[in-house]
């Protein structure tokens, strides 16, 4: 199978249809919307064990649908590498998290007790704004050192090295990826003493729509372009054109982008092809093992 095919054609297609009505949208999104939600808080709410299982019960009841309705590219959903993109879902995020549970207890002496009661005084609403935006200004530097450190690019690369976009390849991911990012987030944070519920909030919020940013959904929604990243935002950053590469960094927020002077969403042009141009296995064990014979340059 070649490279998924981009959009125009499909594009014209569903613009045209009946269904391709505003209000529609809004109400199928909209109730698309408070679902995930829903299940998303009430993974929170129960401890989260079943997370991964709800994480594909979302993809597939939601996303899945969606991706057939209103798609960016002519892809079938067995599309190539599908099963390496599972088998991420499944063991990376378990490979990427275990540390964690180790590193962040013992790095508890680094909170600061009257930055932490500073903080915590505030009023709800105003914590929940800054940890939004102190997670999204993190997020964005550690993704953009992921992109600029050899070392760091090539652990990212396993995730850049989709060729095939849509909701189970968002997480592809190698562990040392995921931890540095968590770390790099995660540590600062710590330091500051926001209050976990409120980190929680963003956290799940920043999860769902990570999953929709990597779907392969052909929704524009313009209005929300230099408010919100979307889909097609972060499409770009996959893509394989070097005018287009180390671009929207971002993960929720594209004032980052705007701000450190990496926005990249043209008027009239869709994002793709996508991936890298260097060597990448395809199976999920070579793919684990890939970052560590690699050079790291970025040709
Ligand atoms: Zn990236
Ligand atoms: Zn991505």
């Known amino acids: 199978m070649d490279r998924p095919e981009v959009a125009g054609a499909v594009l014209d297609q569903w613009m045209n249809s009946w269904w391709y009505d505003t209000r529609i949208r809004v109400l199928v999104g909209g109730l698309c919307f408070l679902?995930?939600?829903?299940?998303?808080?009430?993974?929170?709410?129960?401890?989260?064990?079943?997370?991964i299982l709800l994480f594909v019960g979302i993809g597939t009841v939601v996303l899945i649908p969606l991706e057939r309705?209103?798609?960016?590219?002519?892809?079938?959903?067995l599309r190539p590498q599908l099963l390496t993109d599972v088998l991420h879902i499944v063991f990376t995020t378990f490979l990427g998290i275990v540390p964690l549970v180790f590193i962040f207890p013992a790095l508890q002496f680094l909170r600061s007790d009257t930055l932490v009661q500073t903080i915590q005084t505030q009023p709800q609403w105003l914590q929940i704004v800054e940890a939004l935006f102190l997670t999204e200004f993190l997020i964005y530097w550690g993704h953009r050192f992921t992109h600029v450190v050899p070392l760091l690019w090539r652990f990212h690369s396993v995730h850049h090295s989709v060729e095939y976009l849509d909701w189970w390849a968002g997480e592809r991911r190698h562990p040392v990826d995921g931890l540095f990012m968590s770390l790099f987030t995660g540590i600062p944070l710590l330091i500051t003493g926001f209050n976990l519920t409120d980190l929680l909030i963003v956290g799940l919020f920043n999860g769902l729509w990570d999953m929709t940013i990597h779907a392969n959904l052909g929704w524009r929604l313009k209005f929300m372009d230099r408010i919100w990243v979307t889909t097609e935002y972060h499409h770009w950053h996959h893509?394989?054109?070097?005018?287009?590469?180390?671009?929207?960094?971002?993960?929720?927020?594209?004032?980052?982008?705007?701000?450190?002077?990496?926005?990249?969403?043209?008027?009239?042009?869709?994002?793709?092809?996508?991936?890298?141009?260097?060597?990448?296995?395809?199976?999920?064990?070579?793919?684990?093992?890939?970052?560590?014979?690699?050079?790291?340059?970025?040709p």
């Open 239 to 298: 893509s394989l054109d070097r005018q287009a590469r180390d671009k929207n960094y971002a993960g929720a927020l594209p004032i980052m982008d705007i701000l450190f002077g990496t926005y990249h969403l043209p008027e009239n042009q869709g994002p793709g092809p996508y991936g890298i141009d260097t060597h990448m296995p395809t199976t999920y064990v070579g793919q684990l093992i890939q970052p560590f014979l690699a050079t790291g340059t970025r």
């Open 35 to 51: 679902g995930v939600m829903g299940f998303y808080l009430e993974t929170a709410i129960e401890g989260g064990e079943y997370g």
């Open 69 to 77: 309705v209103i798609p960016r590219h002519r892809m079938s959903i």
